[in-house]
């Protein structure tokens, strides 16, 4: 035979190829390189043994190159293999087999990621002995790869074979969480040995030395110790919770801190800021405490503080607390008190309750103009008819609003309990705790009927919320989804309307735009800013469950829809006033964005953080208007209050106002900014120590306000952007930076060291741990 021949039938040496590969790689000439592979894979003499040679002396990840030479190759080969099936495993021996999968096995390291799904397929890597490839995975997280031994043993569905924590715990710890959730999901006792772990890092007694005692060789960053903090564990317990469907029972110690946070909570909102009736709280704190002994004793000790010695010793008796456990005074207060005070009262005055409020709450809030008589319970199919026949009639405008029973994150899923449909002259509420009217197929069938219709106008506001709790109510619709059809929500509109008060002249109603004299918010604002008079919201937090209703509370559930209507029907007659397009449908679908392109901005706007809003604070983006502009350079401000320069203004911005605080310490402020895993509470330690203005928005607004006084609590719209929330900030202070002011103070972060307690910075201005300058 001819040294020819010879060659040919040995093939093509897969060495000769790799390098043949390696130089159009270098060359980047991916489409010879494509060619070449094809071409070179039908030349060997044995394609699968040849292909891990080839991967073998593959480079690793290359800087500048989105994939590595071994990412195209396999991914060629993969296309190859399809149109030649007759190159696999079952055309050599088992001994051949085997020997090529523990190669292919091998070369699933940190190092090529992209390699798994390939191999696996192609050298049927799960038909390996459990024992190899459990080895291979513990090799893995003794080199600390420990995303690759958690994606290869799912990808190999060998989860059961493996300690779930020896693989979750490191990967948590390195805020990967959701790559243990896949590891465990869809096997049981694997879901609820992760909740149940999760559980056991909230315990008062837990300590991380615990993490490091079990895994000596992790090493636990300071990053890595605040994905073991309480309030963030607690959300993922219940989002968990949910997801897989497990019994809260699991998860005792992260149920018992909601609960007790809630407490905390009711006894801000009756004691301290007094906007909580005192039926509803009982209701709540009941629902709340339920049968935790501990929690009954936490009670009994805070309304100590908050109430006195005698509310404090009416619930203890209610909760039969040992003595043992009582604080001082109370067990004295509870032998003196009277029979008839060692209950606690339950008011029962809303039942006698007349419909139409006193004239001082006519005067303060807005007011329905409709009679009790107007007002239609629905809680039967029977009276659901006429509802129906008012309801959907082809050009009717109905207000829509949705009740439901809050749980203070006990649990996610929250029910509705009550539907208030409005038109022009009456109001429906339909019952859906009335017993078989729910689930009743009428029911079902009308709320389908209602969405789904086009030609009738349904107005709402921050309908995401209702939506997610009406799913949550009827199984069947996350089956089959609501067809959303001529729907409106009113939130667009006042975010629009919002905005506009952007251009306005600067004697405008700052309250408005910054909240500090304006404790309402939501639809009550808008209410109030279209209307005249805000909703009384003091009903809100009501037991909705509760039967029957009080009338204060169906007058508030009657306002929260019919009040749609009203302000809807102001705006469509005067929309230029509010900065509004003539047709008010528009904004809604002009200004909804895909969930795609939400990310898109958001990964965009995270790149952009720091220097570039800086930059773009500088040079006076497009954007700005010139009044915005003057504003950053200090050529026009508020008249109100003397100039002030940028040094002198001191801040600390909520863990929600990160990319604000960023920008006006480009403008020269003395800004501190939270941490992602602190509380907001800090903020209000850090104002009160060294004589700083805190910067928050949503619900922490007031909680913060009330512990650091008037004037020292300023509230943003975080739907805004960091520039538009530095130029309210400006103006409000009556700021005016000048250019040498940009820059000039540093914009990285300061290193700081840990003294008792505080974290020092080199000016040594203490802050609370965790803090960042």
């Not at 919770?241 to 909601?258: G, T």
């Not at 006042?494 to 910054?514: A, F, T, Y």
Request: proline share 5%.
């Amino acid at each position: 035979m001819s040294r020819t021949t010879s060659e040919a039938a040995a093939g093509l040496d897969p060495t000769v190829l790799s390098n043949q590969l390696f130089e159009l790689w270098n060359q980047k000439d991916l489409q010879m390189l494509r060619v070449a592979t094809l071409q070179g894979f039908s030349k060997l003499s044995d394609p699968l043994e040849a292909l891990l040679t080839i991967l073998e002396s593959c480079p690793g990840k290359q800087k500048g190159r989105t994939h590595t030479l071994g990412h195209h190759v396999l991914m060629e080969f993969q296309t190859w293999i399809k149109e030649h099936p007759q190159v696999n495993l079952h055309s050599l021996s088992k001994q051949q087999a085997v020997a090529l999968q523990k190669r292919a096995l091998a070369l699933l390291t940190d190092n090529q990621p992209t390699f798994v799904d390939g191999l696996v397929n192609i050298y049927q890597l799960s038909s390996l002995d459990p024992a190899t490839l459990r080895l291979h995975i513990k090799e893995l997280q003794a080199f600390g790869c420990y995303k690759m031994a958690a994606v290869l043993s799912t990808k190999l569905e060998i989860q059961t074979e493996l300690d779930m924590e020896e693989i979750c715990v490191p990967l948590i710890l390195q805020d990967k969480l959701a790559l243990a959730e896949s590891f465990v999901t869809g096997h049981k006792h694997l879901e609820r040995q992760l909740v149940a772990l999760l559980d056991s890092w909230c315990h008062p007694n837990f300590s991380v030395e615990e993490i490091r005692r079990r895994f000596p060789s992790l090493s636990l960053s300071k990053n890595c110790v605040s994905q073991t903090q309480p309030k963030m564990l607690i959300r993922h317990i219940a989002r968990l919770v949910e997801k897989f469907k497990i019994d809260q029972a699991l998860c005792p110690n992260a149920l018992h801190k909601r609960r007790l946070d809630s407490l905390r909570f009711l006894m801000y909102k009756r004691f301290v800021e007094k906007s909580m009736t005192e039926e509803n709280w009982c209701d709540h704190v009941q629902y709340v405490v339920a049968d935790d002994l501990e929690l009954q004793i936490q009670l009994v000790e805070i309304l100590t503080k908050y109430s006195g010695v005698r509310k404090a010793a009416q619930w203890s008796l209610r909760y039969n607390v040992p003595r043992y456990r009582l604080p001082f005074g109370v067990w004295e207060t509870q032998q003196s008190l009277p029979p008839h005070l060692q209950q606690i009262c339950m008011s029962n005055s809303g039942q006698t309750e007349g419909w139409v409020p006193s004239q001082s709450h006519c005067q303060k809030f807005y007011q329905v103009p409709l009679t009790r008589d107007k007002v239609h319970f629905v809680d039967t199919p029977e009276s659901l008819q006429p509802c129906r026949s008012i309801v959907l009639k082809d050009g009717v405008t109905v207000g829509l609003d949705m009740e439901w029973q809050p749980t203070f994150g006990c649990i996610l899923s929250q029910r509705v309990s009550l539907i208030q449909l409005a038109v022009s002259d009456q109001v429906f509420l339909l019952d859906l705790c009335a017993t078989g009217f729910c689930q009743h197929p009428d029911t079902i069938r009308f709320i389908r009927d209602l969405f789904s219709e086009r030609n009738i106008l349904k107005l709402g506001y921050g309908t995401a919320g209702d939506l997610k709790c009406l799913s949550a109510t009827w199984d069947q619709l996350l089956e089959e989804p609501l067809k959303m059809e001529g729907m409106l929500d009113l939130l667009s509109i006042h975010q629009k309307i919002q905005r506009s008060k952007i251009n306005q002249p600067q004697n405008g109603p700052r309250e408005v735009l910054v909240g500090e004299n304006c404790a309402e918010k939501g639809l009550s604002l808008l209410v109030q800013q279209v209307l005249g008079r805000p909703l009384d919201k003091t009903e809100q937090m009501s037991n909705w469950e509760k039967r029957p209703l009080r009338i204060s509370q169906i007058r508030y559930a009657v306002a929260d829809a019919y009040c749609l209507l009203h302000v809807y029907s102001v705006l469509s007659s005067n929309p230029t006033c509010f900065g509004l397009p003539a047709d008010l449908r528009s904004i809604s679908s002009s200004q909804s964005e895909t969930s795609k392109e939400k990310k898109q901005k958001g990964k965009q706007a995270k790149e952009a953080l720091g220097k570039e809003e800086c930059q773009g604070a500088q040079r006076g983006s497009p954007p700005c208007s010139d009044t915005e502009k003057g504003l950053l350079c200090g050529e026009k401000a508020s008249e109100d209050i003397p100039p002030l320069p940028p040094q002198q203004l001191r801040v600390v911005c909520d863990n929600m106002l990160q990319g604000l605080g960023r920008y006006l310490r480009c403008l020269g402020v003395d800004v501190v900014m939270l941490e992602n895993t602190d509380d907001h509470r800090v903020a209000a330690k850090l104002a009160l120590a060294e004589g700083r203005v805190i910067l928050t928005c949503g619900q922490p607004f007031q909680s913060l306000r009330s512990q650091v006084g008037e004037g020292r609590c300023l509230s943003l719209d975080c739907s805004e952007k960091a520039r538009d929330q530095a130029i309210r900030v400006l103006r409000h202070f009556n700021v005016q930076p000048t250019p040498s002011d940009i820059f000039s103070r540093c914009q990285s972060q300061i290193k700081v060291k840990v003294q008792a307690g505080w974290e020092w910075s080199e000016a040594h201005t203490p802050s609370p741990l965790g803090a960042k300058r």
